[in-house]
């Protein structure tokens, strides 16, 4: 029997919030909006126009839609400042042990993000020959919590969604995941990702007899 285990991107296999906040807060800032780390929680798993909306409406702030275009990409530009330093050092602890796990196992790998900046960023951490396919923020037309980038990642894979197993980091994930039927393991709090089949704090908590178990099951 063959599983498929969908990743998604930052906060499972890379750091990626801490650069999203920095990017995000320099234009906030710019725009006289007050944004810290409890704001940038907010965003994790939010599309790049969504967070926009967001940061604007807590600075009670509306801008013409020429003025909105331009600062996403300002942010985006800031964004990939970072990003075009990232190296296989970036991956987080033991995500590359259980990728490797995974497919010798001979089972379905695919990445679920919201990023439009996925692809570029698993080619830098040089992940990217792990993956059966790849599903970004340029291949969905609904953001999670809608369930459209895991069942897009379970039919590329060529795997029914009950048999597919999806490791988020968001809230809005784990309720993408949960909507499509497939087993949801939260990666981070328990007190934030409870909603979550199984929560762990990261992979070194995930052991190859627990992806067994999974598989066999
Ligand atoms: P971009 P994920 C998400 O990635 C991030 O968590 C979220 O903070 C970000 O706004 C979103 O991608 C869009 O990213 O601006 O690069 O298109 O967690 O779904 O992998
Ligand atoms: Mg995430």
Avoid at 8 to 26: M, N, S
Avoid at 182 to 192: D, F, L, N, R
């Amino acid at each position: 029997n063959k599983k498929g285990f969908i990743f998604d991107l930052d906060g499972v296999i890379v750091d990626t919030a801490k650069y999203h906040y920095l990017a995000w807060k320099q234009l906030a800032n710019s725009l006289g909006i007050d944004f810290t780390e409890k704001e940038n929680e907010q965003l994790k798993g939010v599309s790049r126009v969504r967070s926009l909306e967001k940061i604007l409406s807590w600075g009670n702030k509306t801008l013409p839609q020429d003025e909105f275009t331009r600062l996403m990409a300002t942010k985006n530009d800031e964004y990939l400042s970072y990003i075009n330093k990232m190296d296989e050092s970036e991956l987080l602890p033991e995500v590359k042990d259980r990728l490797t796990f995974i497919k010798n196992k001979k089972q379905g790998i695919a990445l679920g993000s919201a990023s439009k900046n996925a692809r570029y960023i698993i080619e830098k951490v040089d992940v990217k020959d792990m993956f059966d396919a790849v599903v970004d923020g340029t291949d969905v037309s609904k953001a999670k919590p809608d369930p459209e980038v895991f069942l897009i990642a379970a039919k590329l894979l060529n795997i029914e969604p009950e048999n597919c197993i999806v490791f988020e980091d968001s809230v809005a994930g784990v309720q993408a995941a949960n909507t499509a039927k497939m087993i949801s393991i939260g990666i981070g709090s328990e007190e934030v990702l409870g909603e979550a089949d199984y929560v762990f704090k990261d992979f070194t908590e995930i052991s190859e007899e627990f992806i067994n178990t999974l598989i066999n099951n």
